[in-house]
């Protein structure tokens, strides 16, 4: 199984970033997806999950959404602070759940990314 997030880089506060997760080796439309945060020194956080029944949910400035055609998860953060700079990571589970903030141990996910460093510069 790979998954590759892709989209990251330095972005401009107050500008909207996409995120995107390729997943390939598995059924995508099995497994709930989702999308995680971490700063250095900090736990990795949740920032929204969306299972297989879904295809879109929004929590501002935050917007996950799913194409099983593709295999691909994206992410949109809207009017990015500098609070957003973080290493993104995206998850794939059979019973992923998370919310937003939400802990996670990371040993419970079946599938990480390596992650995409998003810097956001004022």
């Known amino acids: 199984v790979q998954v590759v997030e892709s989209g990251g880089g330095l972005v401009q506060a107050g500008g909207t970033l996409n995120l995107s997760c390729t997943i390939s080796g598995l059924n995508f439309r099995d497994y709930s997806v989702g999308w995680f945060r971490q700063t250095p020194g900090k736990e990795r956080k949740g920032i929204l999950c969306?299972?297989?029944y879904s295809s879109r949910i929004e929590r501002v400035p935050f917007t996950i959404s799913r194409d099983n055609a593709r295999n691909t998860l994206y992410l949109q953060i809207r009017d990015l602070v500098s609070a957003d700079t973080a290493m993104y990571y995206c998850a794939a589970d059979r019973s992923l759940r998370c919310t937003w903030g939400s802990s996670i141990n990371l040993e419970d996910v079946s599938y990480w990314g390596q992650g995409i460093q998003v810097t956001v510069s004022s």
């Open positions: 969306i299972n297989s």
